[in-house]
Nanobody
């Protein structure tokens, strides 16, 4: 059983938008920085976006900067990844992750995260 559950993936055309969501346990959500990663076929898992524990600091990888936006809904314990102007190179399985922390930093490395979702598939056709 996954502790975090992603949804919202699908098949879209280049230029379209998707919003991924990740539901997290309340305790995890309240005590963790959150991140999004993706893994394309035959590739390593790459950092996509991150948000700090208090939701006030953000980070994005260069390929998605300006197109993707991460946010958190603290009422419902859900983290989102809004993806606009999707490109074929965005095709991947997307994972959300949580890292328990007492600070307000953002984290870039998958090795730093403690809890992961099962992934949701995004396919962008040209």
């Amino acid at each position: 059983q996954a502790q975090m559950v992603e949804s919202g993936g699908g098949l879209v055309q280049a230029g379209d938008s998707l919003r991924l969501s990740c539901a997290a346990p309340k305790l995890t959500f309240a005590t963790s920085a959150l991140g999004w990663f993706r893994q394309a076929p035959g590739k390593e898992r790459d950092f996509v976006a991150a948000i700090s524990r208090n939701g006030l600091a953000f980070a994005y990888s260069d390929p998605v900067k300006g197109r993707f936006r991460v946010s958190a809904d603290y009422m419902n314990d859900v983290v989102y990844l809004q993806m606009d102007n999707l490109k074929p190179e965005d095709t991947a399985i997307y994972y959300c992750a949580a890292k328990r922390t007492t600070n307000e930093d953002v984290y870039y490395g998958s090795i730093e995260y403690d809890t992961w979702g099962q992934g949701t598939r995004v396919t962008v056709s040209s």
